[in-house]
């Protein structure tokens, strides 16, 4: 296997072997974005570069990917394919490089075709299919209805956990064919086979809380999820790369992630927060803490009057003079705290924010006035302020 082997995206690897200009490259990825088109394909509509170029580099980008080729000697072959209009494996030959005879490779359609899920045919199908448009296999293999959108999420499953290290490719492939024939998750058909023991503590898929949300489809997921893989990237940059979510968008959902993770937050909730952040252009810790509470209540107006006094954030008298005796329940609370200077933005959504997980019974009480000095103390909003006491932790990888 070649080790100094470095994964590249496909762009990068044309640009670096001259067949392709930074300037076409970036106009390529932004129409892309603005069509919802793989960037291969648009890059040969736009004319930047041949069918043949773009099939050479996708199959050296493959090879890359198994570690059988180095990105140096896959650059100098590309530039010959262009140059002197020669197939890639006569490029590579020429180079002196040989085709390793190291058994099969973890590609999906391999993978699938071992676990009996597709046919030799039907995967030489869905190859030149995804040659000629660009879209990845997996996905072309659903648009055939060769197989079910939950078998290639398996598939997508497994090839992970096996470039992980943690199960092996024959592992992998007996899951897949308990999952076609079972109908169970991938999972659930290593834990049977004694192969795998998935984490106590698991994080929520974001892709699960964006299709809740409904700002991508599970189509969309699923293509991005392949991309992610095949290009070793965070499936969330790939989703920006894919034009579906924004940089800010993509920040909140890892953000009501997060709190799901931690229990602050329940998935319904969050795919709601996600929603509104979109359609309303909201910030997060706004949309957050309103959909924890949307329409602060009576009850709910004397609990935040008391965390106020005892958390030491407001004078009871003030109070008082501000929202008059008792309860308020005709007082606009978020209204008169804000207008008058009593707390800022971040405190009052804090506020909100200490309603709902005291009513969620995530804390009681005393825990609530405790978080809320601290986010006094430190100028930050609740969930901050529960990750600097230790009561909450990032659940994401850095």
């Keep these: 296997m070649v080790q100094d082997a470095t994964l590249i ?18 106009d390529a990825l932004s129409k892309a974005k603005e069509r919802s088109l793989p960037l291969g394909k648009v890059l040969v509509m736009l004319g930047y570069i041949k069918g043949k170029e773009l099939k050479a580099a996708v199959e050296a980008q493959s090879l890359i990917n198994d ?50 899920a597709i046919s030799a045919d039907q995967l030489d199908e869905a190859l030149k299919t995804s040659s000629q448009t660009g879209l990845p296999v997996g996905r072309v293999l659903v648009f055939r209805k060769y197989i079910a959108n939950e078998v290639l999420l398996a598939c997508l499953t497994a090839q992970k956990l096996i470039r992980e290290g943690v199960i092996s490719r024959e592992q992998a492939v007996q899951g897949l064919k308990a999952v076609r024939q079972r109908q169970i998750s991938f999972e659930e058909s290593l834990r049977e086979g004694g192969f795998y023991r998935p984490p106590s503590r698991r994080s929520t898929p974001i892709g699960y809380i ?43 959902a890892i953000k009501v992630q997060e709190m799901v993770d931690n229990g602050t937050l329940s998935p319904p909730l969050a795919s709601q927060a996600l929603r509104q952040i979109f359609s309303e252009g909201c910030s997060a810790i706004k949309a957050i ?78 825990d609530a006035i405790m978080a809320l000095h601290q986010c006094k103390l430190s100028n930050v909003g609740m969930d901050e302020a529960l990750k600097e006491l230790g009561w909450t932790r990032s659940t994401r990888k850095k």
């Design 210 to 252: 964006l299709v809740q949300a409904g700002l991508i489809d599970q189509g969309q997921l699923m293509t991005c999820m392949e991309l992610a893989l095949t290009e070793e990237k965070p499936v969330g940059e790939v989703f920006i790369e894919e034009g579906l979510l924004s940089r800010s968008l993509l920040k909140a």
């Design 9 to 26: 995206p496909i762009g990068e690897l044309l640009t670096r072997a001259g067949i392709l200009t930074l300037d076409s490259l970036n």
């Design 289 to 366: 803490a309103h959909v924890g509470v949307p329409r602060v209540d009576a009850k709910q107006r004397a609990l935040i009057q008391e965390l106020l006094t005892l958390a030491g954030l407001a004078d009871p008298k003030e109070l008082e003079q501000i929202l008059g005796p008792g309860s308020g329940a005709s007082v606009d609370i978020e209204k008169e705290l804000l207008l008058s200077g009593t707390v800022s933005e971040t405190m009052l959504y804090a506020l909100l924010r200490a309603v709902y997980l005291i009513e969620s019974r995530f804390l009681v009480q005393e």
């Design 67 to 116: 570690g059988m080729l180095s990105t140096t000697t896959a650059v100098q072959a590309l530039g010959m394919v262009s140059k002197e209009e020669r197939p890639l494996q006569e490029a590579l030959a020429q180079l002196g490089w040989k085709k390793q005879s190291a058994g099969p490779s973890n590609r999906i359609g391999e993978l699938l075709q071992e676990a009996e």
